[in-house]
Each structure stands twice: as structure tokens, then as C-alpha cells.
């Protein structure tokens, strides 16, 4: 984990003790898998009565742990960006490799012929992660709806909802079938 110096800054007590505080909120979510955002770290800071629940206490936290990276107070690597990728092609030195690549992308759909179909949708980016570690080992897709959810996603999560019901009346209509032919 870096903690690299990359400027000298000298911060008042208060800000040392809140810098501390980052740290551990931040250490005790990565024991468990979790990487936060800034927002997350904020909320956490909130909710344990640290800071006030304002817009001021939040651009205070967002300088502070910038500048405590700066000064080599808080990891690089401990408060994530989830918004702002690098994105490009993938890439293989031999087929062999393209070929174990996908052997990690290998699933069977767990909620194929089940009676129900389930999505997970949470208001709060900021959660999207958690969420998410309770759907993966499910196969339960999830979303984060980011404050408001757009129409063009409303109108795709229609789209979802009609093919799977679709799919749910064709079976059940296979299965009427079947029980006459019996």
C-alpha cells in the first residue's frame, strides 16, 4: 500500500485525528473486500458522528484526503474512483492465453428456468459494491440507480421485465402442454 510523500504539509491536529480516522474506516472495510469511495469514507465519517452531515463537511473531506495522499498520510490506493476509467482493448501474447482468459468469464446462468426473476436496484452508487458482493455469488444482476434512474434505464429494465415474463408464460404454457400430452 503506498503512502508516498509527494509534498510537505503541515495539517492542524484536528485534521491529523480526522486523517487517522480515513485510515481506519478505510482498514477496516479493505479487511472485508471493500474498496470505498470518497462518498463511502464521508458517509462512514457521518455515521459514526465524526463530521457533520453537510456539503462543507464533505468538500473538507474530499481536500483532506487529498492533501493527507499528498503528504503521504492516506495510501494511493485506499479510496477508489469508480466513475473515471482508463478503458482500452484487451490484449494476448498467444491464443493459448485468450483461451484461459475466458475461462474466467465461464458462467451458467443459476436463475435460468427458475419461477422468479430478480434484479437488485440501490438508490446510492456509493453501495453499488456492496451490493454487489452479496449478487455475484447469486447470479443476481444489480444496478445502481445513482440518485434517480434515467429513462432510457427505465425502458431497458422494461424490456427485461416483458422478455422475461415471456419466457416465463412460454414455460409455463410448455409445461401446461406437457401434463395434457401425459
Known sequence: MPKIQYKE??????SLDLIELVNQ???EYSAQGYEL????????????????????????VGSL???GRLAGLIDWHSVTDRTRN??????WDNPADVIASARYSYNLDKWKGQPN???????KDALVDIVGQACSPLDTPYFSCRGYTSQSEMWSAAQRFIRQEQKESSSIWATMTQAVLI
Open 9 to 14: 504539509i503541515r495539517f492542524q491536529k484536528k
Open 25 to 27: 474506516v478505510v482498514d
Open 37 to 60: 469511495t470518497l462518498r463511502q469514507v464521508y458517509y462512514q465519517l457521518v455515521a459514526r458522528g465524526y463530521i457533520p452531515n453537510n456539503e462543507r463537511s464533505y468538500k473538507n
Open 65 to 67: 484526503i487529498n492533501d
Open 86 to 91: 482508463l478503458r482500452k482493448e484487451s490484449h
Open 117 to 123: 426473476y430478480v434484479e437488485v436496484w440501490v438508490e
